[in-house]
């Protein structure tokens, strides 16, 4: 079956530390890959997708992914992480002809700490 | 900005009762999707739309329905709501077809059944 895990339920980091949310997917083909963020009381806001070519993908707000197929990842990065960045990250993937069906993983709560 | 609104934040209603949850979308996005989102277990997808009229059963449709009858507007039902129903309902639009499409998400709707 088609899945995405993130091996991370919580994250608590320092304001200015680095920051990667691990991501791992599987699925019979390549899916296309997303990050998205949800700030407290809000709807999914997309981060950055990937779809082909550049496995490095630059997102809104700073983030990076970066999608590696030997492993079936797409790790998020930050290098300077700030307050405002405190939020659930999610993982999700729509398979190969999937129609934009998209599988989340079960989220990672990051908490920055001041 | 694409904007996709959800006709309450916070709704409780009783065990067997029917219940409405609105979507409108108004970007005449043709794909729409209803998600619920519990803790510990990301989104699941309940139902989604290609199209007015047409809807497809997600991974967990047990318990609920849905109706597409304008192109800007995705109702979710629950026919006889019960408890195990409490949770969190995210409608999300976008573009037709497939390939990385950005799903935009509404605000949500907390739902609780007593």
């Known amino acids: 079956a088609q899945s995405v895990t993130q091996p991370d339920i919580h994250i608590t980091v320092s304001e200015g530390a680095s920051l990667e949310l691990r991501c791992n997917y599987s699925y019979g083909a390549t899916p296309y890959l997303f990050w998205y963020v949800q700030s407290p009381g809000q709807g999914l806001q997309l981060l950055l997708k990937?779809?082909?070519?550049?496995?490095l993908v630059q997102g809104i707000k700073g983030f990076e992914a970066e999608f590696k197929r030997s492993q079936s990842s797409f790790n998020l990065r930050k290098p300077s992480v700030h307050w405002s960045d405190a939020a659930e990250y999610f993982c999700?993937?729509?398979?190969?002809?999937?129609?934009?069906?998209?599988?989340f993983g079960t989220g990672t709560q990051l908490k920055v700490e001041l | 900005d694409v904007k996709v609104t959800q006709s309450s934040r916070y709704l409780v209603k009783r065990t067997g009762e029917k219940v409405f949850l609105e979507c409108v979308q108004d970007?005449?996005?043709?794909?729409m999707f209803w998600y619920r989102q519990d803790p510990g277990l990301g989104l699941r997808l309940i139902y989604f739309s290609y199209d007015v009229k047409m809807k497809e059963k997600g991974d967990i449709p047990e318990g609920y329905s849905v109706s597409r009858e304008k192109k800007e507007r995705f109702s979710l039902i629950l026919e006889s709501a019960s408890t195990n129903q409490t949770s969190m309902y995210l409608c999300?639009?976008?573009?037709?077809?497939?390939?990385?499409?950005?799903?935009?998400f509404g605000p949500g709707t907390r739902l609780t059944v007593t």
């Open positions: 999300a639009s976008s573009e037709p077809g497939q390939g990385a499409y950005e799903q935009y």
């Open positions: 990937y779809f082909s070519g550049d496995t």
């Open positions: 970007m005449d996005h043709e794909n």
């Open positions: 999700a993937a729509e398979g190969p002809g999937g129609g934009n069906k998209l599988t």
